[in-house]
Structure formats: structure tokens, C-alpha cells
């Protein structure tokens, strides 16, 4: 009988597969490890380094609103009015388009004044928000990748332009968790008339695991529907249904460990319960005196509807809550601050809307010692063009404007009075570089105290990051105390 032989010896097979015998161990130890560990992915963490800010308030103005109406001051606009815009070669894409058809110059029809010790010229339609350009760091000239509302809404809210990445509240939360275990760590509060563009996608959780996704208070009546226990159900009772759901999702959960939801599910069983103690109060704002009432503009009904959301984020930042995304503006339309036409009669109101209630946040935040320890940043999706190509309109609008968003930022350990970026004379591209998009988020999240270029997740087989392939922090507005 012939005798069997081997092909290697024992020693070299085990030599040849070692790589692999030792991953499976990994693997498993790994594995045993997660198991054995009950984790909360909420709980705080530290920083990257140390910063002020310990909460984000981040306002997010729907449609693209018009920096020349607003925060930019061109004067030169109303020499060259109703004439056609001088060579701009640096100009591509869309907006090239736009300049190539026949087009004129459509000057501010407001009027601007200088505020504060600097003397920044502000539109009078924002004398609250002029009265405070001192606290405020404004960054001119940003770049977004796209001039149609969807995809430059998702790039400003989450870094690209396609649905499906985080959002800066969620790669915030993600980074730091929250101090309040009681209360979501990721609050979105809407416009009570509707939703922005995109809906939903622009607080999602993405690639993250579900549980940093945005949770919806309404902006008006009562901010969370069910959230009182029902007659009858006494809290042991209800303690013992959860209990005994925790086990179900549990059992499931490890049956596929791959699936976020599973967890994000069971957290919010668990958070629903702790939200009955703490969440009441946190939303009730009959308690707030008249004085606070008034400083948000409740007392009058043109501004109430933001007040009330402007107050709701300061109640949740004060409560450990944090990042509290506010949006105002529905879809693209009449409520929003896409004003194609007739921007001397709806800008005005977009203004007026929320003038009076940001300026009581950031008053009311200052007052309480919360500014140093809260970021607020405003923005929209896009700037606006100073020119359009109706030559008949007798109440023209303006168009999208790509290369000239605003943003300013206030708190934390924001450089207060400082400017960065400008646009030319006409406001339709950056006087020198643009600044892209990616260094402003680059910039919120190092204010912080995260860093963009560590601050990853593994999708796909690569590191994702907010910021893609990495921004530049903008240090002329951030002050000399962050890291």
C-alpha cells in the first residue's frame, strides 16, 4: 500500500498561514471583547484638545440669501447700475453662463450703516444683528461645489453634495457625545411651515451609526408628540415593557452586530424613558419671564415662530444638549430666502423674521455666561448674483451665486470683530482666492476642539472625514485661547 505524502510540512504550513491564524485570533479576541462591554455611544468624550465651546447652535438659512443685501456693502452697485458687468474670466461654470446672456447690475434697494466700534456696514434690515457685528467673526468669499439648491444644501449641511454623508451635527456629536443623557445629543429644530430642501438628509446620520442622527422637536405647539406616559401606565410598569424589549433588541442585535440601527433603536427606548423625566421641562417655556420673551420677539407674530426656536436652542445648549440645528425657510418657495423676484418686498420679511430673535440669542446667551462656552454660526446653501438677465422686470430678484456665500460665527473662542475672505466690488467672486467650503467646516469643528483630519470613520474600506480631503482652519477668526 502506497503511503500518502505531504506537499509541506507541518512547520512551513504553519509558517506559510500565520498571517491568517493570527487575524482569526485577533478577530475573535476582538469579538470577545465587544461582547463583554456594554458601551453608551452617546457618552461624553474628551477633545482633541481644549477648546471653549462645548455646544453648537448652528442656523441654517434655507433658499441662499443675498449677501449684498445683508452683510456685504457694495457701493459700486448703484454707480454701475442697470449696465452689464465688466470681463470676469475667472468665472466658470453656471454663473459663466449667466453673464455670457444678455444681463444688468441690480443695486441693493436698502439701505446700509456702519455698526459697531468697526464700523461695519450692515443692512438696516438687521439693526439687532448690526447692533452686535462686534461679537461676531463674518468669513466672506466661500466657494460651494454646485449652484442649484439640493446638492449645495447637502454639501453645506454634511460636506458633499450627495445624500448619504453625516451632517456636521452628527460628526460633531459623534466626536464628542453629550453631557446630557437625558436629552438627545443632536436636536434639529425646524421651521414650523415646513421643511428645508433635502428634509431630513440634512441632519442624517449617514455612514455614522444611527444614533447620531437629528431628533425633531417642533418649532411650535408641542415640540415631542407622545411624549407623556399614557393614563394608566405607572413608570415600573413601563420600565418593566422596556426591559423586556432591551432583551428582545438585544437578542436580535447579536444575532447581526452589523446592523447600527439595531443599537440606535435600543438607545432610544432607553432615552425615550429618561426623556419622560427631563424633557417636559426642558421644552416648557411658559416659565421664561416676560423680559426673555420680549428679547426674542414672541410678543409679536412676525417674529415668534423663529423666537421660539431661537429660545428652544438655548434652553437645550443650557441643558447639555450638543448641537441644536435651527432651519428657516421651507423647500424653495415663498418662505424661503430664494428670492428670484421681488427682492425688495420678500427679503425684507426673511429679514425681519429672524433679525430680532438672533440677536436676543446671542444677547441671552451672552448674558448667562453661555457664549463663551457656545458656538453659533449662521449660514445658508449659496450667495446670490448682483445682476439678472430679465431686462423687464420691474421688481427683479436675484439669482444663485455659488462663489459668494456668508457666514459668520460667534462664541466659543471665535476672534470677535474679525473678518476673513472678501468678494470683489461687484459681490460675485472672491476678491482673490475663494475660500472652499471644507476649511469653514474645517474651522466649526476645530472651535470645538475636534480635529478634521482625525476626526474619521471607516466606510467602504477608507477613513471618511467631514472635510474629504481635508480643510485649512481659518485662523484669522479664531481666537488666540483655542488650540
Not at 459663466?96 to 439701505?111: K, N, T, V, W, Y
Not at 433635502?198 to 455614522?208: D, I, K, T
Not at 460667534?410 to 471644507?438: N, Y
Amino acid at each position: 500500500m502506497k503511503r500518502y505524502k505531504p506537499g509541506i510540512s507541518r512547520r512551513e504550513m504553519l509558517s506559510r498561514t500565520y498571517n491568517g491564524i493570527g487575524a482569526m485570533a485577533l478577530a475573535n479576541m476582538l469579538a470577545s471583547d465587544l461582547a463583554g462591554s456594554v458601551t453608551n455611544p452617546l457618552a461624553p468624550r474628551g477633545a482633541h484638545f481644549k477648546a471653549k465651546a462645548k455646544g453648537c447652535i448652528f442656523l441654517f438659512m434655507v433658499g441662499g440669501v443675498s449677501q449684498m443685501d445683508s452683510f456685504e456693502y457694495k457701493p459700486l452697485l448703484k454707480k454701475y447700475e442697470g449696465k452689464r458687468l465688466p470681463p470676469m474670466p475667472k468665472v466658470t461654470g453656471e454663473l459663466a453662463g449667466f453673464l455670457d446672456q444678455p444681463h444688468r447690475i441690480i443695486p441693493s434697494p436698502f439701505e446700509f450703516k456702519p455698526y459697531g466700534q468697526r464700523g461695519m456696514h450692515v443692512s438696516t434690515l438687521f439693526p439687532a444683528i448690526g447692533e452686535l457685528v462686534d461679537d461676531l467673526a463674518f468669513i466672506h468669499g466661500i466657494k460651494v461645489d454646485n449652484n442649484n439648491h439640493g446638492p449645495a444644501t447637502m454639501h453645506v449641511t454634511t460636506g458633499s453634495q450627495l445624500q448619504g454623508s453625516p451632517s456636521v451635527g452628527a460628526w460633531v456629536t459623534y466626536g464628542l457625545g453629550t453631557e446630557n443623557q437625558n436629552l438627545p445629543g443632536y436636536v434639529v429644530v425646524q421651521d414650523p411651515r415646513g421643511a428645508p430642501v433635502n428634509g431630513s438628509a440634512v441632519w442624517g446620520n449617514g455612514y455614522l451609526p444611527a444614533t447620531y442622527q437629528g431628533t425633531v422637536f417642533k418649532g411650535s405647539g408641542t415640540p415631542i408628540l407622545d411624549l407623556a406616559r399614557p393614563a394608566g401606565l405607572t413608570a415600573e410598569r413601563q420600565r418593566r415593557e422596556f426591559d423586556e424589549l432591551r432583551f428582545l433588541n438585544e437578542e436580535h442585535r447579536r444575532e447581526h452586530p452589523e446592523v447600527s440601527e439595531l443599537e440606535a433603536r435600543i438607545s432610544a427606548y432607553e432615552l425615550a424613558f429618561r426623556m419622560q423625566t427631563e424633557a417636559p421641562e426642558a421644552v416648557d417655556m411658559s416659565k421664561e419671564t416676560g423680559a426673555t420673551r420680549t428679547l426674542y420677539g414672541l410678543d409679536n407674530p412676525i417674529t415668534e415662530p423663529f423666537g421660539r426656536q431661537c429660545l428652544m436652542a438655548r434652553r437645550l445648549v443650557e441643558r447639555g444638549v450638543r448641537h441644536v440645528l435651527l432651519t428657516h425657510g421651507v423647500e424653495i418657495g415663498r418662505y424661503s430666502w430664494d428670492d428670484h423676484g421681488n427682492i425688495g418686498e420678500r427679503f425684507p420679511r426673511h429679514a425681519e423674521e429672524v433679525d430680532r430673535p438672533v440677536a436676543g440669542l446671542l444677547k441671552d446667551l451672552k448674558s448667562r455666561g453661555l457664549l463663551d462656552e457656545t458656538l453659533v454660526v449662521w449660514t445658508s446653501e449659496m450667495g446670490r448674483t448682483s445682476f439678472i438677465s430679465d431686462a423687464t422686470s420691474a421688481k427683479p430678484g436675484r439669482g444663485h451665486n455659488q462663489y459668494g456665500l456668508v457666514t459668520w460665527m460667534a462664541g466659543g473662542a471665535v476672534k470677535r470683530g474679525s473678518t476673513v475672505g472678501a468678494t470683489d466690488d461687484f459681490s460675485v467672486m472672491a476678491a482673490e482666492e475663494p475660500i472652499p467650503l471644507r476649511d469653514v467646516h474645517a474651522t466649526i469643528l476645530h472651535l470645538m476642539g475636534l480635529n478634521d483630519q482625525r476626526l474619521t470613520y471607516l466606510q467602504g474600506g477608507r477613513f471618511r472625514k467631514l472635510t474629504d480631503i481635508g480643510g485649512q482652519v481659518l485662523r484669522q477668526v479664531v481666537g488666540s485661547s483655542s488650540g
